[in-house]
């Protein structure tokens, strides 16, 4: 069955950075886009940005545009995450999503605080 493993969060500073990763099973890695979204407690998932099926195009929420750089790995079944320049209002759970799947992993962590 399907799985997605997130990985790499925590307490970071501000201004500092972070690599998120997940690692996927359970179908065919890179027939799919790939996404990043992050959700606050009492607020709706946001996206944050998604990769072509080959790295050869990327979109990103305007919130983290010129600091996230969303990539994969195909021959490791795996989305990453490169978060720099972090600020408080990027702390939030992380979770990678595949295309057309209304499937959730447990995400992982990311504070930012001083």
């Known amino acids: 069955q399907v799985q997605l493993v997130e990985s790499g969060g925590g307490l970071v500073q501000p201004g500092g950075s972070l690599r998120l990763s997940c690692l996927a099973s359970?179908?065919?890695?890179?027939?799919?886009?790939m996404s990043w979204y992050r959700r606050v407690p009492e607020k709706e998932r946001e996206h944050v940005a998604t990769v072509s099926r080959f790295n050869t195009s990327a979109m990103y929420a305007d919130s983290v545009k010129g600091r996230f750089t969303i990539s994969r790995d195909n021959d490791k079944n795996t989305v990453y995450l490169q978060m720099n320049s972090l600020k408080p209002e990027d702390s939030a759970v992380y979770y990678c999503?595949?295309?057309?799947?209304?499937?959730w992993g447990q995400g992982t962590q990311v504070t930012v605080s001083s």
């Open positions: 999503k595949r295309e057309n799947l209304d499937y």
């Open positions: 359970g179908f065919i890695f890179d027939r799919y886009p």
